[in-house]
């Protein structure tokens, strides 16, 4: 099982794109973030950012938040620190946000560093952010409905990222360094043993081929404070987290949420923008 389990973890790191995220500015409701973040694991993005969520305090429902198990959730104090953040490294800003200069998201680049801003439930993209943003995008909406939940709306936008990477052939190959897919498989597959090793300030070693953690590195958890935990080697199961799965989608390149719960977290669709409060 451990060897099945490391090899999904590796073939999901290979088609990580640490250049492409998300904005989560404001978001409230825990089951819109719990979905969002389920979409950003489902198109290779493994690191999403956020101002406030949930009021400040980010709670996901067990049931349908297993994404933020395998999804960095970057909190920041305000949205210039977010976007200082995606600023600096290099990412062009696309602002979902119904706005006269607006245009179809289809016919925006994601192939190079993108960020894409998500507006809240009540109110959207904050006139902030979308005066910031490189370009305001929408969804074309042809129905007598005007707006898609934020959760839908983000899955629409970023699988057409996925949609236009795939087609660029930046799947083909991985974007993180086998260091950096080391490391964060090592953070999934043993996650109480890789934070006493980062508290202790040691790197995150190689797991060996079937994900367990090399003998040397046991022996270094030993003599940490604490001493042996059970269950972190070999077969520390990431404190019951379920074996990823191919999840939904004939392609098995798609990186997916391994619950297999079905996504019940989008909502009916409400008045606003196209990308209004839902």
Not at 37 to 50: E, Q, S
Request: aromatic residues 4%.
């Amino acid at each position: 099982m451990t060897a099945r389990r490391y090899h999904r973890i590796q073939q999901v790191l290979r088609h990580r794109q640490p250049d492409l995220t998300l904005l989560a500015e404001d978001v409230h409701k825990p089951h819109n973030l719990s979905a969002m973040l389920r979409t950003a694991d489902a198109v290779g993005i493994g690191v999403v950012h956020a101002t406030h969520p949930t009021g400040g305090v980010a709670t996901f429902n067990a049931t349908s938040a297993s994404a933020e198990k395998w999804v960095d959730l970057v909190v920041h104090a305000s949205l210039e620190d977010a976007l200082t953040t995606v600023r600096a490294a290099g990412m062009r800003v696309y602002a979902a946000h119904l706005a006269d200069d607006a245009v179809d998201f289809r016919d925006v680049d994601y192939v190079g560093p993108t960020c894409v801003v998500f507006g809240n439930e009540r109110h959207g993209v904050s006139d902030a952010a979308a005066a910031a943003a490189d370009a305001r995008i929408v969804i074309p909406m042809l129905g007598m409905v005007q707006s898609l939940n934020v959760s839908v709306a983000t899955a629409v936008v970023m699988f057409e990222a996925q949609r236009q990477r795939r087609e660029a052939g930046a799947y083909a190959a991985p974007q993180l360094t086998a260091t950096e897919r080391d490391a964060a498989a090592v953070r999934w597959m043993h996650p109480r043993a890789a934070a006493r090793l980062m508290a202790a300030g040691l790197p995150l070693p190689t797991p060996e081929t079937d994900g367990a953690l090399p003998e040397h590195v046991r022996a270094v958890l030993a003599r940490l404070p604490g001493g042996p935990v059970a269950g972190e080697a070999p077969h520390d199961d990431a404190e019951g987290d379920p074996d990823p799965g191919t999840g939904g989608g004939a392609d098995p390149r798609d990186a997916t949420d391994p619950d297999p719960e079905a996504d019940r977290d989008a909502a009916a669709p409400r008045a606003g923008g196209s990308f209004g409060p839902s």
